[in-house]
């Protein structure tokens, strides 16, 4: 293995803003690292800084005690990354529907409906307490999103 | 990281000008309070000029909604200049585009207030 990157890296954070904007980071130079256009990149940094945002507010409500981690992995034919939070679990059929005339003009409520937008595949895992969200790009798919 | 904003006033409408990013934390929070003092002021012909805003979260779309509708629950008139390619693109998916009155060129986007 001398000399070779590690394919996987993982961070453990605290449940902050600058957490957010280093996965967001990370995310960004991964996707740039494994040769994406500059759409995807943005797309795929767009859904992992949402998947933060979700762990670090909505699952870890900003709790000192409780952490977040990132993991990202280029397997050479995806990308993959891992966010989990330690909060009480999301069950996203719970969620509503942002495109709903109802939900339109709500102030909230559009970061899943994004990350699925902008990625190739996404997991949900319940880890009680916790939530996984896996995040899956395939490398030399065509273009999501709009 | 952070939201560049400065306003100007043009024939009576209060153009806001951003740069930067709006998302969760600073931006969004300096927009909600611009819209907010504008409005105490009475002012409430507001024009946002996003043609320097290179980032825009599901915080700061959610922020661009909701100034929306308090501005137009206090019987002013909200709309948007200047879109980047990328915040129009995520206007889109997200069906918003077709919410806001979205203007591209600033003389006509003055013109187009109810005066008065």
Redesign the interface.
Known sequence: MTGQEPRRITYTLDSSLDSVNKVEQTAEQMARKAGVDEDDIFRISMAVREAAVNAVLHGNAYDPDKRMTASFENTGSDLVIRITDEGKGLDPATLPDPLAPENLLRGSGRGIFLIRSFMDEVHFRQLHPGTELTLIKHLGAAPTGA | ?SMKISTRQVDGVTILDLGGRI???EGSVQLRDSVRDLLAKGQKKILLNLGDVNYI???G???L??A??TVRNQGGELKLLNLTR?VH??L?????YT?FDVKDDEASAIASYARG
């Open positions: 990281m998302t969760l934390g979260d599901s915080s779309i959610g922020e909604v909701s929306y509708t990328k693109d995520l889109q998916i997200t069906k918003l919410v």
